[in-house]
């Protein structure tokens, strides 16, 4: 793991925050996550304007391009072996309450090996919502303890990836991953109305293989052929089963999906 913090790669030993950081107080901070090929962090472009989307909805002022761009390039320049990098933002050393207060925000970054994804995954539906209607709706927050406890309900479950629905019983994510399935042939996933998140790989595949936005209840998932999810540590993963419920791994449209997002992404590494 290396560590770029408030302006320069640091020793982890050297890397200190403040015990009344913001981010790690109340979760008041953005963030993403995206993969690095070769030294090259995929999709950067993308990663930075959903970035800048997300500090808009919490009111937190993100740094420029410039300097995360700046930050990125240190940071794979001290780790040539990175698999993987997370930039956070916070709000930085505030007062104990909610309110944020002025200071400067934090800005972190780390990077580290990337796991290989498995061959495929299984879900399982939760039995939270994902509030559609919530006012960081579609925002990458560290407010992450939901998807925590999701997940090791999914875990628990024995199953690799938790399945949010909306308030209104709609399909929307999963705790890391967005969700897309096969109906009569077409590729589905779910629209950004029910308050997934606006995944970069979700984008990609949308416009690379064609996928349909939809608003549709989980029901949807007992007429689907194949079942598959996305992100940016994953790219596309088929999945095997959900709720127990079995789907081919190797299903047209999702070997598809998959080798023209493999191909693309090759080819172009900042979409
Ligand atoms: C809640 C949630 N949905 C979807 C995704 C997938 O997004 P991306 O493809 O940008 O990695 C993530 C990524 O971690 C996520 O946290």
Redesign the pocket.
């Given at each position: 793991m290396t560590v770029w913090l408030n302006g320069g790669v640091l020793a982890d030993e050297d890397a200190r925050l403040s015990v009344r950081d913001h981010g790690l107080t109340v979760g008041d901070g953005v963030f993403?996550?995206?993969k690095v090929e070769s030294g090259v962090p995929f999709?950067l472009s993308?990663?930075l304007a959903?970035l800048h989307t997300s500090g808009q909805r919490l009111g937190l002022a993100v740094p420029s391009d410039d300097t995360l761009r700046a930050a990125v390039s240190e940071l794979l320049a001290a780790d040539g072996s990175a698999g993987r990098v997370r930039i956070t933002v916070t709000g930085g050393d505030g007062p104990p309450g909610t309110e944020r207060g002025g200071a400067m925000p934090t800005l972190l970054l780390v990077s580290g090996p990337r796991v290989p994804a498995a061959a495929s995954g299984s879900l399982v539906t939760v039995p939270w919502a994902?509030n559609e209607r919530s006012a960081i709706a579609g925002a990458?927050t560290t407010s992450?303890a939901e998807?925590v406890v999701a997940l090791a309900h999914a875990r628990a479950s024995g199953a690799d990836e938790a399945l949010?629905l909306d308030t209104r019983g709609n399909l929307c994510?999963?705790?890391?991953?967005?969700v897309f399935f096969v109906l009569d042939g077409r590729l589905l996933t779910p629209a950004l109305t029910t308050g997934?998140?606006?995944?970069?790989?979700?984008?990609?595949v949308i416009e690379w293989s064609g996928a349909t936005e939809v608003e549709l209840p989980r029901v949807a998932l007992d007429e689907a052929s194949e079942v598959l999810?996305?992100?940016?540590?994953?790219d596309v993963q088929p999945v095997h089963s959900v709720d127990g419920r079995t789907y081919p791994v190797d299903g047209s449209v999702t070997r598809e999906a998959a080798a023209t997002f493999a191909r693309l992404s090759r080819e172009r590494l900042d979409p």
């Open positions: 993403e996550t995206m999709a993308r990663h959903r994902r990458k992450y998807n949010f994510e999963g705790t890391g991953s967005n997934c998140l606006a995944g970069v790989t979700r984008g990609l999810i996305t992100s940016s540590t994953r």
